[in-house]
């Protein structure tokens, strides 16, 4: 550190303020209950576009579909609903019809009840091009559940909604519906104020000299020395031999997962002989660089992609050598690794429920916590943001499954968390948003941990689309993209050629990583009449060098941190020598 010439103090403050937005737009609502009420809140938006949202005026707006009867009710609290009964077919039910437009972006909502059981329910729009799927709960009887989801549409033109499920033996009672529309240019402006209030903070500096006076043109230099946001892709073994790789990767992301390398079957390809010299230098290459690595996977629930010998076991067998797995990798990795996708997509695969019982997740949960049970351990999943026509994966089933594997004795204070896979085909905003609303109720880190778009000519496009999305949603706390490079091609995206010359989609990655201020963002600028200079900066770790036109050949240099928790920095008084 130089010091000022004699005479002068430099007094430097910082304090932290939201960027301030005025955005001419409806504002979004990111709220969502997960519990079964008694009674249904009011619909969001007042309804939207629906008609007669509360059934405040009998049946108004809402018609039988198809061979369904329709009834209006009221409860004993004097809340008055619509009921489908004597349902035949699936699709029985109450619909109402709407027009949608394609340029514009709808979220939907509504509160659900069925007469007994416990049924999955589907909110469906017919439109002249298709049937699409807005979203889906597991409704209850006796208490309302809310059914939050999101829809565009290919083509302008008259839709119906109306709801469906496959259990015909219940009723399907229906309450405080909404359907919002959206532009375009408000659904960006929900991303950039969310971004701005979630992910950055307004830096103030003001330099003054001994007596308080203003320090005008004053220099100011500020350097990002790390994000605060774990942004990041996947790596695999070919990066521990190839420097252009390695150069390609460490310039951008610090944080990690592991493609294969960290598999029960390249862990263990046969039994008892284990070998984890490819993970073992993977992750102290990620740690020699500062990058997080995420531990990818301790089970995999597919039955395709157990160790050849695992299928030939005996339960009493397969019991011993899970448990000898839990303990193996999450032992020898403890304090290396920010969390755990302990048994991997176990939605949409049973391989371990079919050999050890159905509740086999929840079991291997209850060794992963005692294994390791100060880190995070996350539920796996693909297709819960993804796509809404997949019933295996919804938010709503996705729910169901957390909840069996924290009430399995012995899990109540396992540190869990979401993971969401995150592979797309066609990106829809709305039913993602939505989707991440109803999962963010359970207050849990949610991350977004294998993310990449199906390959086609609007790959990239999606691929940006995608991102901004879940990097502006409040509760995304952490985001890996599924772009390990091979030679022989990626997993269904790549970022660079085999010369790690970017593609489009690399492209739109250090676009965003500039532009969000993730990759080595700086700030510079000279002091005003005040003395003060400003910078909107992204949460992390800065280094601030400032000098003065008054000093000769000197400048002063401190380190400081933005976070959403950091409302000010106390005033930072420097003597100058003489």
């Not at 160790?307 to 303990?327: D, E, H, I, M, Y």
């Not at 079991?363 to 005692?370: D, I, Q």
């Not at 086609?456 to 940006?464: D, H, R, T, V």
């Amino acid at each position: 550190m130089k010091i000022l010439r004699q005479g002068f103090l430099l007094l430097v403050l910082c304090t932290f303020i939201f960027a301030g937005f005025e955005v001419r737009a409806l504002t979004y609502d990111y709220s969502a209950s997960i519990e079964c009420l008694a009674t249904p809140l009011r619909p969001q938006y007042d309804g939207g576009i629906i008609v007669n949202p509360e059934l405040n005026h009998s049946l108004e707006g809402w018609s039988s579909f198809g061979e369904a009867k329709m009834q209006h009710r009221e409860s004993s609290e004097g809340n008055k609903f619509v009921v489908a009964h004597s349902r035949n077919q699936s699709h029985d039910s109450i619909s109402q019809k709407i027009n949608l437009e394609s340029d514009k972006l709808y979220t939907f909502s509504a509160w659900i009840q069925v007469s007994n059981g416990s049924a999955p329910v589907t909110a469906i729009f017919k439109t002249s091009s298709g049937f699409i799927h807005a979203g889906a709960v597991v409704a209850e009887p006796k208490c309302w559940s809310l059914l939050k989801g999101g829809l565009t549409v290919n083509a302008s033109g008259p839709a119906e909604l109306y709801f469906e499920s496959n259990d015909t033996s219940v009723e399907i009672w229906v309450d405080s519906i909404s359907l919002q529309p959206f532009t375009e240019e408000e659904w960006k402006s929900h991303q950039d104020q969310s971004i701005a209030k979630i992910r950055m903070g307004n830096v103030r500096i003001q330099a003054v000299d001994a007596q308080g006076n203003p320090l005008k043109n004053a220099t100011i230099s500020i350097q990002q020395k790390a994000s605060s946001f774990p942004f990041g892709c996947a790596i695999n073994k070919n990066i521990l031999t190839n420097n252009a790789y390695q150069n390609w990767f460490t310039s951008r992301f610090r944080v990690t997962t592991f493609e294969d390398e960290m598999k029960w079957y390249s862990n263990e390809p046969s039994p008892g002989r284990e070998d984890y010299s490819a993970a073992d230098a993977m992750l102290q290459f990620a740690r020699s660089h500062g990058i997080a690595v995420r531990g990818h996977n301790v089970f995999w629930d597919d039955p395709h992609f157990q160790p050849g010998w695992v299928n030939s076991l005996t339960k009493r067998q397969l019991f011993s050598a899970t448990f000898k797995r839990v303990n193996s990798i999450m032992h020898r990795y403890k304090g290396q690794v920010i969390g755990w996708d302990v048994v991997n997509e176990n939605l949409h695969w049973n391989f371990f429920e079919s050999k050890l019982g159905s509740k086999a997740s929840a079991l291997m949960y209850n060794w992963a916590v005692k294994a390791d049970g100060a880190n995070t351990l996350f539920m796996n999943e693909f297709n819960t943001i993804e796509e809404s026509r997949d019933g295996a994966s919804t938010p709503a089933r996705y729910l169901q499954k957390l909840r069996e594997i924290q009430t399995f004795p012995g899990n109540r204070n396992a540190r869990m968390a979401i993971g969401l896979e995150s592979h797309f085909v066609t990106p829809n905003l709305p039913y993602i948003r939505s989707s991440i609303d109803i999962l963010a109720a359970t207050r849990l880190p949610i991350w977004i941990t294998e993310l990449d778009v199906q390959s086609g000519p609007n790959q990239a496009w999606y691929l940006e689309q995608v991102l901004r999305e879940v990097h502006a949603h409040p509760q995304i706390q952490g985001i890996v993209i599924w772009a390990a490079w091979n030679p022989q091609g990626c997993y269904r995206m790549c970022l660079t050629d085999n010369n790690f010359r970017n593609l489009a989609t690399g492209n739109v990655v250090d676009k965003l990583l500039y532009e969000w201020g993730l990759k080595a963002s700086a700030s510079s600028g000279a002091t005003d009449s005040n003395g003060s200079f400003e910078a909107n900066l992204s949460y992390g770790d800065y280094e601030l060098e400032i000098s003065h036109p008054s000093a000769t050949n000197s400048s002063l240099v401190f380190k400081f941190n933005v976070s959403s928790t950091t409302a000010s920095l106390q005033p930072l008084r420097l003597q100058l020598s003489a």
